[in-house]
């Protein structure tokens, strides 16, 4: 059971194979037994999820089914649910119960979908390992020892362990694709604006957004109708038709011009990831796909434009985190200010706090024009050259995250190296683009992810893409040992 | 020494909406701490702003009484700054573009006019409220005012005295209810000015350092707190002082400016454009729907009452101080009296009374209609405007009709000729000596025998009527 | 680019973080790494280049004056640390 796609679950519970409550308990048991040993969750509520299944149950027996009602999906822990613990991986919301649901969880309850749990992430969603979490790090579930890749580590952690059929995660500068990557998922960052960002605990809110992370292209396609659409609660979510993404999956992709860029094979890749990466290019060739190369000039300077613009808006951000009215508070204190600063002190982990000083330096007097406003045109740069890239082709290829899942607390003390995992990522989040990871291959039994970068609101045309990749390969199907 | 003094003014006006300028809060004054605190103006997680429609059209309608250029884009961009009543750890504001432009406002100074120039004016939320004494060395926070619409207007330095900057303020307070964007209750903090002020020697190009008084609520506070700053800075530069800009707070007990303690560090609001917001596109066709549907101004209404129905430009004034007394004076009007006389009742007997007891026209008792029907039986001579007082004080704050409080006063003048001709002749022939007199050349005795008649009608005839025929019978 | 420690500390307290000398000189050298990393955006000429702060070209909504949001009182307070009389409690606020 744990290996069914989303449409053989939804499939399976129409046809009464199962009910939500026994398709719930079977991965509440799966929880029970593997949890500890990835620690993918934060949040476990045997008691709510069970419940929500055994109204899910009675919508099933209505006939009101759609095609994610009973089906349990895990979400990461920066989305706001009602009565549900909500910490965002961080002390200073290890109190928070979340009075309200985001726009995500909504639309999940809405459909009856059953919250498995929250999963475990890098504190406020700033890591690429997931070791800044407050809850402890996330272990890699194809190798416990190494990371498996962040922000959205529990989430992709959990998928691959099969303790989620498909969980939810979010992308501020590779979070959805590199743990993708990293763990032999499909994960979909979406067009900025496709998702409603409403309830999502905020990180870097020009930059951020929601999406899937699970098995395969077409499970992410059942994910993203339920996610996607338009949020009067979120003035920066677009206002379109609502798509179905599983129509025209399956549609051949012959004549598709796909776009390498070249500065995506330059130092820095792994040879190994590289040479998988070709593979799948070839395997596109033989699908039919055309192969022209392109240039992303300025994607080098990406790093550097986000570790301005994200820790600025992240500084902003996190300014609530005060003590005042929810969250954490330092037990002792003076006076206000000095209940202000020991409880940011100690509320908030190493990264986050660095990371707030930098936005927090970046913006002060007399530097504002140097970083961030020059990051800002730079970032207009970025965008521009993708515009352009979108001239020559359809798509663009290349990898996810210059290698695969490296161990525990190998880069943890060095904040640069590791803040090039997000190298070939990081670029789509500043132009807004949609991006997709899927599994290409194994370097010694640890997955490697294939990106592609579609332009604005070209999901249906991604998942395509990628689907008909996973109609001919079945590196999607591979799981880790040890989970069964 | 003589010394220039200099003042803007930065006016926090807050905008008549129902709800909170990013939230579905209601923007009600008042209620229990917190009762208005809807999930944004607590800030949790996660948590967006989207911008009130409402906010929006009143700032355009201020732009256009001001005569301001409105942008077609403006910026909505992050304050920063730790305070326990800003939820968010920042205020969102506007900062390098914001949504009215360059304006100005005429304000009388005595028979003169003077222009003062609007810098700007800007959307942004306000803060909640800090209360103090709740608990012994603790101070209580209420998120109830967080969040409500604010438009801050801020002027050039173009006011030159106390008194020129409580006019400005006047002026105004009473142009943002006149556009219908603010309900003027200084009290509830509705319209809250922070008053720059700065002095220089005579004649000085230069400007002198200004400190900021936060936050007077009364036109009264405004004249107080300059007139002691101006002096404090004054003293201070006689002195061989320096003055370091601040912020200070006008304490209306002591009389006295202080410096704000908790503004001691030097602030770095780290402003930049709030990605939560898009920048606001405002269309022409937007501006055109809003001008069109807008009440005529008080300049505008002014001029047309000169041209109009002739009246004085003080009375034209009057009547356009605040669109309270504007709209009676309308109210009147649509009972076709005369313009001349309503205004009259109005800025006279009218404001008389209310001053005396201290309540606004808003509250008046005495309805235009019924003042109307007062007005017209003075236009139609049924009384005199003498015998109209009467009835006014009759009718002020009581049930009756008009005619009834005539007829039970026996005030109806008496308009008949005959009857008039009749009181008339006893009158001259019981005062025989003062005809003499009149014929004598001596003029005053005229005015005497209408006394007479006047006293022999008791008070009821026509004054205008005695005096044409007294004349007739004269000259035979 | 070179932080000395009051300089840290200036920026953690408008951050309003506490910190002291020994992670002052922690977070100094990694800032700086940050920082040198951030420095390469200086090479590239960008004049004329219009700053881009949102992801996409498209105007602020507006929403109806309503008011939809109700009292939340009984969730809010439970939420804060100190409450009394329907306020969040705070160290004394100094004017």
Known sequence: MEKLSLRELSEGLKARKFSSVELTQFFLDRLEKYNLSINAFISIDK??????????????????????????????????????????????LDNFISPYDATVIRKFNEISAVNLGKTNMDEFAMGSSNETS?????????????????????????????????????????????????????????????????????????????????????????????????????????????????????????????????????????????????????????????????????????IPVYYVIAPAEASSNLSRYDGVRYGYRTKEYDDLMDMYCKTREEGF??????????????????????????????????????????????????????????????????????YMQDVYTISTNLAGLPGLSMPAGLINNLPVGMQLIGNYFSEAKLLNIANVFQMNTDWHRLSPKGFE | MEWDIVIGIETHVQLKTKSKIFSGASASFGGEPNAHACLVSLAYPGVLPVLNEEAVNCAIRFGLAVDAKIAKKSIFARKNYFYPDLPKGYQISQFELPIVGEGSLSISMGDDNKIVRILRAHLEEDAGKSVHGVEEGKSGID????????????????????????????????????????????????????????????GDKQLGTRREIKNLNSFKFIKQAVDYEVNWQIERLEDGGAIKQSTIL????????REMRSKEEANDYRYFPDPDLLPLEISQEKINVIKAEMYELPNEMKARLIKEFDLSSYDADGITSNIAVANYFEDLLTFNVSAKLASNWILTNLFSRLNELSIDIENCPLKASKLAQLILRIEDKTISNNAAKKVFDEIWDQDKSVDDVIEKLGLKQISNVNEIENILNQVLQDNEAMVEEYKSGKDKAFNALIGQVMKASKGKANPGQVSQLLKEKLKN | MKFNNDEIKKIAHLARININELEASQVSE??????????????????????????????????????????????????????????????????
């Open chain 2, 250 to 257: 006008f304490d209306p007990d002591s009389g006295e400016t």
């Open chain 3, 30 to 95: 990694k800032l700086e790494g940050i920082l040198g990393l951030i420095e390469q955006m200086t090479k590239v000429n960008t004049d004329g280049i219009e700053p881009m702060a949102h992801a996409l070209d498209i105007n602020q909504p507006l929403r109806q004056d309503k008011v939809t949001e109700a009292d939340i009182r009984k969730k809010s307070l439970d939420l804060s640390e100190e409450t009394d009389q329907s306020l969040f409690i705070v160290p004394r606020v100094i004017e």
């Open chain 1, 47 to 92: 008691d709510k999820s069970l419940a929500m299944a055994s109204r899910s149950d009675s919508i099933i027996k209505e006939g009101k089914q759609d095609y994610l009602t009973g089906v349990p999906i895990a979400q990461k822990d920066i989305f706001c649910a009602e009565g549900w613990k909500t910490t965002c991986g961080s002390k200073m």
């Open chain 1, 349 to 418: 982990g190493d990264e986050v706090k660095r990371r707030i000083m930098i936005g927090t330096y970046v913006l002060s007097a007399g530097y504002y024009d140097a970083y961030y406003l020059k990051a800002q045109k730079i970032r207009r740069l970025i965008s521009e050259d993708f515009s352009k890239a979108f001239k020559k082709c359809d798509v663009i290829l290349g990898p996810s995250a210059p290698s695969v899942a490296f161990p525990i607390g190998d880069k943890k003390e060095d904040p640069l190296k590791m």
């Open chain 1, 134 to 302: 407050y809850y402890g790090n996330v272990k890699n579930p194809w190798n416990i020892k190494n990371v498996p890749g962040g922000s959205s580590g529990g989430s992709a952690a959990a998928v691959a362990a099969m303790l989620a059929p498909a969980a939810t995660a979010t992308d501020t500068g590779g979070s959805i694709r590199q743990p993708a990557s990293l763990c032999g998922l499909t994960g979909l960052k979406p067009t900025y604006g496709l998702v409603s960002r409403y309830g999502m605990i905020a990180f870097a809110s020009s930059l951020d957004q929601a999406g899937p992370m699970c098995h395969s292209a077409e499970d992410c396609a059942a994910m993203l109708n339920v996610m996607s659409g338009h949020d009067s609660k979120d003035s920066t979510s677009i206002e379109r038709e609502k798509e179905n993404y599983l129509n025209g999956i399956k549609d051949p992709i012959k004549g598709l011009k796909i776009g390498i860029p070249k500065e995506f094979f330059s130092e820095g890749l792994d040879p190994d990831v590289e040479k998988i990466i070709e593979q799948g290019i070839n395997e596109y060739k033989k699908l039919g796909a055309e192969i022209v190369d392109i240039s992303l000039p300025n994607n080098h300077l990406s």
């Open chain 2, 143 to 202: 998120l109830n005012r967080a969040g409500t619409p604010l438009l801050e207007i801020v002027t050039e330095p173009d006011m030159s005295s106390a008194e020129e900057a409580v006019s400005y303020a006047k002026k105004l307070h009473e142009l943002v209810q006149w556009i219908g964007i603010c309900d003027g209750n200084m009290q509830e903090g509705n319209f809250r000015c922070d008053v720059n002020v700065s002095v220089k020697k005579k």
